[in-house]
């Protein structure tokens, strides 16, 4: 397996199972994620009969970028696995430093109506390792550090779990990327088991929730999830959560023309989320060559965010990127730039 897939304490029980202290995961670590070596060879403070031992049972095989992709303060970076399949991730300049969202499977099975990604049935999950992979290729691509990751590239990082947790222990560790838990957002459109079992990670991950309408007859038009989770038992879920963390939760809102962009809309979601600890991101919509949607307008977001405001919701609009390479929110698909 590729190395980059173990937390250390995964790695502190591999080295125990060969009979060796666990506090070479430590060394280890440093090595990959601090000094960025390229191979085993390299960790010169580890016995040559230990590094033979890592080579017999570990690969260290980087992601290879086969296409980036730029545009203002943005970047699209495509990604050939091992399989041959291909994802992608985008790379944010804000005034804060760099984001980075990250894929967490190929494909995507949850369906969204609006979403490029979601137009591609599931493959298969991402490994940990190949998560962790993206943020040091890009790093070594950009020789900079990255300061805040967001899961909400391709997939539904919920519905690969143990693979997205292990990839948040890896980037969390002080020993590993070091990126701090406050600095990592995970959004999902809402698998109410999952959240359940995040609430207990004692994890302080940000938690995103795709809702994008705010009753379920709209929300069972535009995203099948619903005629599972529906809003009112999502809604439960997210009040159990905030309990149990103590941990803001944020509300997001793509902003499709005349379908959940009324001001009778934004009143009703007003009163859905009353005194709830949350604030609403209101998402203009990246069109794509799914020609059944269209961005609100202006006028539409102008409105729905002061209505929220003044049924005393939290709420802000998100900053645009990356529209015109396709890397915008519900843009990312996985294919080559033309």
């Known amino acids: 397996m590729n190395i980059y897939g173990l937390t250390k304490k995964g790695l502190e029980e591999y080295f125990l199972s060969i009979g060796e202290k666990k506090y070479k995961a430590t060394q280890v670590y440093e090595w990959l994620y601090q000094k960025r070596v390229k191979t085993f060879t390299d960790m010169t403070n580890l016995k040559k009969e230990l590094i033979t031992k890592l080579n017999e049972n570990f690969t260290m095989e980087p992601l290879q970028i086969i296409e980036v992709q730029k545009g203002e303060l943005v970047r699209k970076y495509l990604f050939r696995l091992e399989d041959s399949e291909l994802i992608e991730a985008v790379l944010m300049e804000h005034d804060y430093g760099l984001s980075l969202c990250i894929s967490s499977e190929v494909g995507c099975n949850m369906g969204c109506r609006f979403c490029e990604s979601g137009r591609r049935k599931k493959v298969r999950n991402l490994s940990a390792a190949e998560m962790v992979l993206q943020i040091l290729a890009i790093e070594e691509t950009i020789k900079k550090r990255i300061s805040s990751i967001v899961i909400m590239g391709i997939g539904e990082p919920l519905d690969n779990y143990d693979n997205v947790m292990n990839f948040i222990r890896i980037i969390n560790d002080p020993k590993g990327i070091a990126i ?74 793509v902003m499709l023309e005349y379908i959940n962009d009324s001001v009778d809309c ?73």
């Open 180 to 253: 701090g838990a406050r600095h990592i957002t995970l959004s999902t459109c809402g698998l109410i088991p999952k959240i359940n079992e995040l609430a207990k990670e004692n994890i302080q991950i940000n938690l995103a929730i795709s809702l994008h309408a705010p009753n379920d007859e709209i929300r069972n038009k535009i995203m099948p999830v619903n005629k599972v989770y529906n809003i009112s038992s999502l809604i439960a879920c997210l009040k159990d959560y905030i309990a149990k963390t103590n941990r803001r939760i944020t509300i997001e809102y």
């Open 266 to 338: 934004a009143k009703e979601l007003a009163h859905l989320l009353k005194g709830m600890n949350v604030y609403v991101n209101l998402i203009p919509y990246n069109e794509t060559e799914n020609i059944e949607f269209n961005k609100s307008s202006k006028k539409s977001i102008d409105k729905f965010f002061d209505t929220l405001k003044q049924n005393n919701i939290n709420v802000t609009i998100r900053k645009e990127f990356g529209g015109a390479i396709d890397a915008a929110c519900g843009q990312l698909r996985s294919k080559r730039g033309v």
